[in-house]
Each structure stands twice: as C-alpha cells, then as structure tokens.
C-alpha cells in the first residue's frame, strides 16, 4: 500500500442556503503523496469548492459533511488551532491571478517571507536564504527580491506565486486555475515549473482547471466534475482516449484542437442544471445522447471500467461508450 | 465601488447596521415631512397671532407646547416652521445634485482641460467654509430663503461633483460604454441613459446625508438672524427667538425646536448612511 | 465592387516609447474570416480598438468597401454610417451589458437609433432567433442570463445593425469549453446566412484554427507571419509562430522544451 495520501476526500457534500441540491453531492477524491491529480469541470461545477475544502474554505453559509483528510488528519473536524497550523505548512494554495494574490505595494522578498516568520517557523535569515532557494528552483535569481510586483511579468509573478507557496514545505500544494490568466508560452513556463517541483519536493499537486487538454498533458489522474458530482476519474490516458462519461466524451469533441477536422465543433446543447432546482436522476441526463429513462430516476454511482479498477464512471450507459472513442 | 462617499466624522459614527433604529428614522423623516406638507390644514391657531397676556405660558389643552416670550403658539410654530426648515435643504439638496452631477460628468467624460478646470475650481469652493459662503451672500442680496439656498447649494456642489466624478471615471471603462459608443450613440445619449442610472444610487444616498446638514447649516444661519425674514416661522429662528426666554426659566419654546432639528438631521444621516451602505455592497 | 471588405495599410501607434502596434496591414475579403493570433502586449487588441475607432492610429489608412475610415465622426449621420461599418463583440460577456437594461431594450436601443419610425417587433424577434435565444430571455436582465446568453445578446446588438465587418476580441475566450463550442458554431452560422467579415482577435491558436480562413500572428507590436490558416499553422516558418503552436496543451507535450525555445527566442 502507498504512504498516506496527502489528500483524501471521502462523501464530501457540501450545501449552501437557498439551493435546491447540494453543491457538492458525494465527492471521492485522492491524492496521492507526490502525485499531480487535475481536477477538470466547468465553472458552477463546483471544483474550486471542492479544491478548497482541504483547507476549510467553505462559501458563506456552506455546510460540509463527509471527510477530508490531509495527510491523514481530517480538516473538517479539527479545532481552530490545528487548522491555521494546516493553512500556515502544511497545504498551500496557488490562486488564478498572480497579480490579485500579491500585494503590490511590498516587495517580493517580503512577500516570499512573511509568511513563516509571521507563523514562527523559520528565522528571517533562514527564510531568506530558502527564498532564493526556491526562487532558483523555479527558475528566477535572487534579484527578484528587491522588486516589486509591478515590475515582473505575469509569468514571473505567478512562479513567485509558486515559490511562496512552498515556503512552508507543503505536503500538497492545490493551484487553482494557475494559467488562466497567462500566455500560452508562459503557461507552459509554469507547467514546467510544477512538474519540477514535483519531483524535487514531492509535494501533492491537485491542479484545478476547465482545460482538459492541459489536465491530461500534465497529470497522472484526472478527475472529471459536473454538476457538483464526480462524472468520471482515471489515469490521464485512459480518460482521454477512452472516457467512459458521455460529458467527457462531450467536452473533448468541443474543444477546439490542433488537429483533427476543421469547421463545426459537436457542442454540448443546453446548460448545466440550475442549483435553484432539484436533481433526481444522472445530472447530465438533459444534455446526454445516451439518455434513457433510467438516467431520469436514478442517479448513477461510479462504476470501473471491466478489468480497469482505477478508471471509475458514474453513468448507467458506460459500456456503449467503451470503443466508441472520441479520437483525441 | 471605487467611490468613497463623503461623511462628516462624529455623525457618521450613528451608524444603522440592520437595527430598528434604521427604521425609527425612517418614520421620524416621513412623520416631518408629512407635517411640512400639511401643516397650514392642521395647525391649531395662527402661528403669528400675538397674545401678549399668555406670553411663557406653559402647557396647557389649549396651547399643549405652550407659548413663546411674544405669546405665540409653540405647537403652531412649529409645525410651520417645519416648512421653511425642510423647503430650504431640499432647495440646497436638488441645486447641488442637478449642479453637481452635471459638473462632475462633463469632468470625467471629456477629462483634459475641461476635467482640470471644474475639478480645481470645485476644489476651491471646498477650501472656502460654506457658512462664510453664506453670510457674504446673504450681505450682498439681502434678506431671504434664496440667497442661503444658493449659496450652501454651491457649498455642497463639490461633495456631489466629486463623487460623481469618480463614479463616472469607473463606469466609463466598463466595456458596455465602449459597445454603445461603436454602436453609434452619442456620449450624451450613453451619460444620460446609460450611466446616470447606474450611478444615481449611490449619489442619491449621498444626497441624503447632504440634506441634514444643509438643514443645520440653514438653522446656524437662521438662529444668527440671516436669512429667514423676521416674522416667518422657522426652527433656527425660533431658538433664536427663545434666548430670552430660556434666561428667565422658560425654555421650552428654544428647546423644543432644537430637539426637531437634532432629531430631523440624525434621522436623515442615519437613512443616508443606511441607503449608502446598501448601494456600495450591493454585488453587480 | 470592391473585393475586400475592410483594408488596413501601415497601420502604427505608440504609446510613449511603446510600439503598440507598429506597421500592421492586412486584408478582409468579403465574408472572409481573418484571425489576428498573438499574445498579452501583442498589439492585437489595439489594432482591433484602432479598426473599430475606439482608439486613434498614429498613422495607416483603414477602407472600409473601397472606403476611407476617417476620423471622429462629426455628427448624427457621420456616427451612424462609421457604426454600420464596424461592429464589435468584446471579451467580457458580464461588463459589456448595460446591467439595467434588458435584452429587448438593447436591441430596440439600437434598431431605434439606426433604423428610426419603423415597427421593431418582427425584427427583434428575427435577431433572437438568430443567436439562439428564446423570446422567453427577452424580458431579462443582464445578470438573469448565463455568460454565453449574455456573449449572444451582445452578437445580436452588434447584428442589429448590419455591420459589414464584426470584430470579435477574444469574444469565446471567458466561456466554458461547452458553451464556447455553441457560440463559435453560432457564428459559422452567421456568416453562411449574412455574409459579413469576421475579424477574431485571440490568443487561442484552437480557436483561430476553427473559425478562420487566414491569420495574421502579432508580436510586440508588429506582423510576424501572415497567410492562410491552413498553411501557417502546418508549416510555420516563424519561430515565434512555431512557438505559439507547440505551446498549446496536448498529450505527450513537453512544457519544459517550450520554456527553453521561449528564452531563446
């Protein structure tokens, strides 16, 4: 069996006043100790809500039930104390817009350091030399520490970003749409950057993103959320050449791509679900080809696929995808 | 919302957050309205009827207030004098938020020169006290409800002007001014139909803060014998007129004016602030 | 009649010591589709801003049918003619509504401004229809609607006005993948039935390569590669272009090789 995972979500559901369903309905998640999971969905699919969970971030008014373990510890039902112990080291979080998530009115360096010698952790001079540390590991020199935010670019901000979230040696670090707001050429710096990290630190990533593209180029597993439910979960391949959920499938046939044929995209028709009103059956059931009535009265439960237990679906009508591949 | 509005300390600090007080204000404003308005129909006696025989009388089922040191009817006075005292800040409140709307949207909309010379020469009326403003007015013109009017409206034209301003500047980088602008609609049409709506809350609230202190500003000046012509009822009037009275031992006709204007100007701060609060948290 | 819809020649603006967009030039044929690809500080919406009027060009001449451009308009027919040629669809579907005003109003707003004394109901009706919107959304507000609702209000006041060109900036880009599918096959649609030009300005290569016919990549400011979108985007011959496709996420990508080429470019 593997260490302890650095993230363990288990039945997570989680609701707010004034919905008829719950954001969040059963969640299972995991990631492993060093292992890059990406969670993918659309927005209202409640993936940030779940991403932010691990740290007890609930939207106001939220209740959560079920588990959620870092490294082994459950977050939902620790005491004040421990859990500002967990925000402070022990999970660290990158957020979609470097340059919202640093004050520009302070320099880099304080902002790489001020979060361990506030919490006690680390001397100022030792937090200063892991700065540069870690500034090297993602690839900046230490004259960056005198600058201030404005005088980087978005790419460079966001690996500071980076950078300070490992300052306090996390076990799992969650980034939470972290290229949206950049180019394409330095979103790829910035994957760069986290795949390093990864094997430098062995540090938990779970990468929060609509793009499935860039989930499956740089993840082992990848979780696929709708409607505040996990539709399908496997290895990066398998989903992608393979998916078992026809919302996979759905979303991988419109996306615009590189290649295969030009023209036409096969788009999804309709919405996702409102949270003003109930769900009964599969989520997706309205927009799905494969509907049938069962779908309508039954919500599914994540079933492997034959022979493939990491690669779980929740759909009653798997195996009429099995074959039929969208080619990726 | 990037827009700040302008409060004076100390009153801003009698701050409503979802109390009953908001609500006793509320009433309290309307109730002195709704007397303002129909005060000639339900007054008791005629408010300048001299009795010199009943002069500090106290209460009694014929004068419930009592009367005052020239044996006129406090209650009468009172109620008409709400009048004055209302007509007066309203008349301030309407000039420097057409005024000061206008000035600070041509500000913000051509920016430029145009911008450097209404927002420095609104600064300079911001530097010159507003009171000052009114007695040298009020010297030049003469006695009357109008020149305190005039005068104060442009003492509070910068307060308006300059939230305006901003919330202009704010509202103009929204990409939905930009589509009517290619869509062929002239700056005015977008300023009027467009803009003004979504900012007129926040300047209204502003408004109504303003209105209480127009309506101190206007009894300071009338309790200093300017403006308001001798014989018309008016609460700033009415205190002044019961210095004498209250030196020998009848205060109640000073008192019970004074306590209307307190009591009128926090309960419009209070709705102000109130309306203030809820237009700036209020999510788009 | 003149082939192309919208001509731009030499087209330059800085700001300060910034070359915001530095001798840009390129042709729309009638009912064409052109992408203008580049990154953040590329120049690409400043010359979409430029094209529309929204912003002055220091120097280049845009034709518009065979027609110069000209300055700011002056006056009542000079500012409507100027909006019949140009339309834009901005980026932000939640800022580029009015949020007071509802979706019939700002298409009757806008009918009523170009198309005065006529009856707008049918018309209405048919721009709706059109992008896809019931007459149930007629009645709501901005914030009532979904973002791709709101990116099919915002095509349908463009529509309204029968634009010969309509500059879309990065109009899919804050969509849902789902949601962006719909719209950009909406437009398709919409250029089969009314045969207006399409300028995309983007940064996504995906996109561009779905809806355009030619391209135009923008660095710093100035054309680095222009052609049709078939050819460049399988046989780039600029670098910098090479760059921007292999950036693009795909299994078996490799981010650490695109960094290295990004530092050596």
Redesign the interface.
Known sequence: MRPTPALDVRGLRVTLPGTARPVLDGVDLTVGAGETVALVGESGSGKSIASRSALRLLPTGGVAEGEVRVAGEDVLTMDAARLRQVRAGTVAMVFQDPCAAVNPLRRIGDFLTEGVTLAGTMSPARAAARAVELLGAVGLDGSVLRKYPGQVSGGMLQRVVIAAALMGDPVLLMADEPTTALDVTSQAEVIAVLATLRERFGTGLLFVTHDLDLAAAISDRVYVMYAGRIAESGPAEALFARPRHPYTAALLASTPRMEGPRGRLAAIDGQPPDLREPLRGCAFAARCPLATEVCDERAPLPSPAPGRPDHTAACHHSDLLEGSAVDA | MTAVLTRRPGLSRIRATGSPLHLVCLALAALVAVAAVLAPWVVPHDPNAVDLGNALAGPSAEHPLGMDAAGRDTLSRLLLGARTSLLGPLGVVVFSTVAGIAVGMAAAWRGGWLDSVLSRSTELVFAFPGMLLAILIISVHGEGLLAPVIALALAYLPYVSRLTRSLVLAERARPYVSAYRVQGHSALQICLRHVLPNIAPVVLAQSTINFGYALMDLAGLSFLGLGVPALTPDWGRMVFDGQTAIQAGYPLSAVLPCVFIVLTVVAFNVVGERWADRVSRRAR | MPENVLEVTGLRRSFGAVRAVDEVSFTLPQGGSLGIVG??GSGKTTTARIV???ERADEGEILVRGRPRGGPPRG?TA??A???E???V???PY???????SVEAVLR??LG??FPGRDHTPRVRELLDQVGLGTRAADALP?HL???QRQRV?IA?ALA?EPAVLILDEAVAAL???????I??LL?DIREQTGIGFLFIT?????V??VTDEIVVMRHGAVVEQGAT?EV?SSPRHPYTR???????????D??A??AA?RAL
Do not use: K, Y
């Open positions: 990154e953040s529309v009027g929204l009542r500012r409507l100027r909006a019949r140009i339309q834009m901005f980026q932000d800022l580029s509504l009015d949020p007071r005003t707003e806008t401004l170009h914030r979904s973002g791709g915002a006041r006005v849902d993948v789902s949601v962006q599918a719909q950009l096959n398709a940064h996504d290569l995906g996109v390569r779905c078939d985007l760059l921007l496709l292999e950036s693009v996420p795909r299994p078996g990508w981010p650490q695109i960094a990004r």
